[in-house]
């Protein structure tokens, strides 16, 4: 199995004296004004807590934007502070956006435009030349921020995710000495989808300034290349899985992301297993099967048709009524946006719904926060909970199903997942469902809790094996290795 020391050796040996930066949207840690004077903290769940791990182990450079209200007073002259807090083995650089470049880069071009474009849920996308505008003047800012920190030796930059498109174009331009490699972590839509996009040229050119791009699942990388077959002039030779463009030649390739094995099993072993009787106890009930979910309020995670699911299930198996709850981690995102503050009043009313309508004595079966909870308090719903719900409309990966069947219970726990998560591949001993059709996701709920024992032990040991093996370094490993040799 890789882990981190052997990733520790990989990059000394591998990257020898090319300096590494990692560049990516969202920071692992935030300073906030307290009124005890500044606080740092771990910001919620995603893919940043993986880069997080692989700049921890390698000692990178990340670079990311500055989001706290008291990011500014802890850097240094380069913008730089060095983290995690205690350990401090990286750098992290921030950049900081006027709120018109958030505006328009991030709640605009990147979740109005490129995040709805991706993923096939059916909430329009929009267009708007502004946004595209400050689209690239941010991306240009984060590639300063990148030249400013090279010296004269060679760099390996890893890219991360749709923010960023047009940086490897834009560093490539620059002449130096530099590896680029690039990883999409949401789906990549299909060129009927992708075609409307006014600036869908200038987006696939911009990626193809890396020398490797990674998606999840392999139909990503299949609708990628259909989408530069038919909308540039480049060479795509689908045997080699390479995309040569202006004589530069880029690989592209499915490499699903892992999880840190071992730092999850360790916080399960501090993890107690007394939270059902915890919740008994607060809610005044007596419950005997718990559901969890652990999702950003987003229209992408189907939380409407699994809320529908929970509905049907107790309707059709009437059994369960006062001995199941559902407890919902959601925490709040993108609210600028009116299609997120909309989405959430929407899930929130029907969840007001679905309780009045079964509510007896003092059990109401969903229960919700829209605060994001700490890593270890997750983990404890995970090894606690008896069914985990994973339903995306359509999603890149999805680290929460991941998480989940490492750290449930072997024989207790029992993951229902939407086969429209690209982790789904890689999970494929979990119940798989069609998250729009309700009456699946119902019988599904209905088989997690009914199965027995040994069937969920066995599917869960497959499950794991594969965790283990396809982990967050063999990730990393593998990414970096195609970046710099193929
Ligand atoms: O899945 C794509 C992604 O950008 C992840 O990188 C991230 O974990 C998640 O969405 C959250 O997005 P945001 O940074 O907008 O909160």
Avoid at 267 to 276: E, P, R, S, V
Avoid at 419 to 427: S, T
Wanted: glycine share 4%; hydrophobic share 40%; net charge positive.
């Amino acid at each position: 199995m890789t882990n981190i020391k052997n990733f520790h050796k990989f990059i000394k040996k591998n990257l020898k004296d090319r300096s590494f930066y990692i560049v990516t949207n969202r920071e692992p840690y935030i300073h906030t004004k307290t009124s005890t004077g500044i606080k740092v903290s771990k910001t919620a769940g995603g893919v940043h807590t993986l880069l997080d791990l692989v700049a921890q182990a390698s000692n990178a450079v990340y670079i990311a934007q500055g989001s706290g209200n008291a990011d500014k007073y802890v850097v240094n002259k380069h913008n730089m502070v060095a983290m995690p807090p205690i350990t401090k083995t990286y750098f992290l650089k921030r950049v900081f956006l006027s709120k018109k470049e958030l505006e328009n880069f991030y709640y605009g071009f990147s979740n109005q435009t490129l995040w709805p474009l991706s993923h096939a849920v059916f909430v329009k996308p929009e267009f708007n030349a502004v946004w595209w505008s400050y689209y690239q003047q941010v991306n240009q800012k984060f590639v300063n921020a990148i030249l400013e920190e090279l010296d004269h030796k060679p760099a390996f930059v890893w890219v991360n995710d749709y923010h960023l498109a047009l940086v490897p174009k834009m560093l490539r331009d620059s002449g130096k000495d530099i590896k680029i490699g690039t990883f999409w972590h949401i789906p990549w839509p299909t060129f009927e989808i992708f075609r409307v996009n006014p600036w869908a040229k200038e987006i696939l050119t911009g990626l193809l300034g890396s020398d490797f791009i990674g998606f999840h699942r392999g139909y990503h990388a299949q609708n990628f290349f259909q989408c530069v077959q038919r909308i540039i002039e480049a060479q795509v030779e689908l045997d080699q899985s390479q995309i040569t463009y202006k004589e530069h030649a880029t690989k592209v390739e499915p490499l699903a992301a892992g999880i840190d094995y071992q730092e999850i099993l360790e916080i399960k072993q501090d993890a107690k297993i007394t939270l059902k009787k915890n919740l008994n106890k607060e809610l005044g009930v007596n419950i005997k099967y718990l559901a969890v979910g652990v999702d950003r309020l987003d229209y992408t995670k189907g939380l409407l048709e699994r809320f529908k699911m929970i509905d049907r299930f107790l309707e059709k198996y009437p059994q369960f009524q006062e001995k199941f709850i559902y407890y919902g981690i959601m925490p709040f995102s993108r609210t600028h946006i009116p299609a997120y503050r909309t989405y959430a009043k929407t899930v929130t009313d029907l969840c007001d719904k679905i309780n009045w309508k079964y509510s007896k004595n003092d059990w109401t079966p969903i229960h919700i926060t829209t605060e994001s909870l700490p890593r270890n308090k997750v983990i404890t719903y995970y090894k606690n909970a008896d069914v985990c719900l994973v339903t995306p409309l359509d999603d890149g990966l999805n680290l929460v199903a991941k998480e989940y069947v490492l750290s449930c219970e072997e024989k207790k726990g029992m993951i229902v997942l939407s086969k429209f998560a690209g982790a789904a591949n890689d999970l494929r001993h979990s119940l798989l469902i069609n998250p729009y059709n309700i009456e699946q996701g119902a019988d599904a709920i209905n088989q997690a809790l009914t199965i027995s024992e040994q069937e969920k032990r066995d599917r869960n040991i497959k499950m794991r094996k594969e965790l283990k093996e396809k982990n967050i370094y063999q990730w990393a490993t593998t990414f970096i290795e195609k970046t710099l040799y193929e």
